[in-house]
Structure formats: structure tokens, C-alpha cells
T-cell receptor
């Protein structure tokens, strides 16, 4: 079992819909990252969070440390949001926090 | 600030050739990390370097792979005698300390 599990694997939505992508992890973490990867493109860091909630434009990320669960929400989705969304756990194991453990990603397709 | 620059974006090598992948970190960033994304798999940590030092190479295959980050110039990931299984996307990230990662656009290596 992967230490970081994402669901769903694939998600198709209509423009304007509210999107939720989930991430569960089994390791102790110092932070949880959400990343965006466009097909054939690079990786963009969206959020790094260790507690609570962060918001940037139409994107909201939340984390529940006790439940070891994080969610990424997209409000009023748009076709340009179509991408792979990846969560990554930054472990809190003494000095090796750079060894991010990545989920396999959620492929989001937003249709006009 | 140009961000993390990786080149080439795409690299095709025949089996047995050498592949050199370059990563120039963001200005002011002295920590560089390499990750590999195999087809249908999540990203995996390979190596963590600071200027002139390999800090952790526990994710690197034991043979044919090496990395360096010289005092001057970009970080280099070198794969000798490439095989088909080396075909993947290779991403580097940099940070000013061991937090706050900025990712590059990746190099897509295809071994034919």
C-alpha cells in the first residue's frame, strides 16, 4: 500500500462545478504539499500546509492532522484547471524531510 | 527570477549512450533535489545535493546513475549506458533552505 493515496484517480467535471480531490497518508508528516502538473509540462507548487486551511484564488486546501487527510478544492472550475494534481507528504523523520512521498496523482478534466 | 531551469526538455538516447540532464536552481537557492517520474507511477526521490556536496543519494540506482552540483554551474544528473527502463520524466527542485520547494519543468528522457 502506497504511503500516500489519492482519490479519485480520474475526475471529469463540467465548467463551473465544485471539485474535491482527496489525499490520505500513513506517515508522520511535517507538511503536506499540493502540486499541479499540466500534460507534458512542469510541476507547480500550489500549497504547503501543516495545519488548517489555505486559500489562493479559487483553490482551497485543508488538512486534518488527526485523521491524516487533506483535500484540495477548486471552486467554479474552468477548463484551464485541467491537469494532474499531486499530493506529497513531507516526512517528519529526523532531518529527512526533503524525501517527499508522492501520491500517483488525480487527472482532472474540466469540460466547457 | 527565471525559476528552476531544466534542460533539455526532451532527450532521446539510444541504448548504451549517456544522458546528461541539467538543472539550474533559482537564484539564491543552494539546495537541489532530483526526482524521477516513471510512466504510470508517482514521483520518487533520487538525490539531494548542496553546492559541491551530495547530502543524500539513497534514492539513486546503485549503478550507472550519478549526480553533482559543482561550485559553478548547474546540477547535473548523469545516466551512463542508458536502458529502456530509464525512460522517464526527471524533475529537479530547489529551495533556499530545506523547505519551500520550487520545481522545474522536467526533462523527458526517451531511450530507444
Amino acid at each position: 500500500k502506497n504511503e500516500v493515496e489519492q482519490s479519485p484517480q480520474n475526475l471529469t467535471a463540467q465548467e463551473g462545478e465544485f471539485i474535491t480531490i482527496n489525499c490520505s497518508y500513513s506517515v508522520g508528516i511535517s507538511a503536506l504539499h499540493w502540486l499541479q502538473q499540466h500534460p507534458g509540462g512542469g510541476i507547480v507548487s500550489l500549497f504547503m500546509l501543516s495545519s488548517g486551511k489555505k486559500k489562493h484564488g479559487r483553490l482551497i486546501a485543508t488538512i486534518n492532522i488527526q485523521e491524516k487527510h487533506s483535500s484540495l478544492h477548486i471552486t467554479a472550475s474552468h477548463p484551464r484547471d485541467s491537469a494532474v494534481y499531486i499530493c506529497a507528504a513531507e516526512p517528519n523523520s529526523g532531518g529527512s524531510n526533503y524525501k517527499l512521498t508522492f501520491g500517483k496523482g488525480t487527472l482532472l478534466t474540466v469540460n466547457p | 527570477n527565471a525559476g528552476v531551469m531544466q534542460n533539455p526538455r526532451h532527450l532521446v538516447r539510444r541504448r548504451g549512450q549517456e544522458a546528461r540532464l541539467r538543472c539550474s536552481p533559482m537564484k539564491g537557492h543552494s539546495h537541489v533535489y532530483w526526482y524521477r517520474q516513471l510512466p504510470e507511477e508517482g514521483l520518487k526521490f533520487m538525490v539531494y545535493l548542496q553546492k559541491e556536496n551530495i547530502i543524500d543519494e539513497s534514492g539513486m540506482p546503485k549503478e550507472r546513475f550519478s549526480a553533482e552540483f559543482p561550485k559553478e554551474g548547474p546540477s547535473i544528473l548523469r545516466i551512463q549506458q542508458v536502458v529502456r527502463g530509464d525512460s522517464a520524466a526527471y524533475f529537479c527542485a530547489s529551495s533556499p533552505e530545506r523547505v519551500g520547494y520550487t520545481f522545474g519543468s522536467g526533462t523527458r528522457l526517451t531511450v530507444v
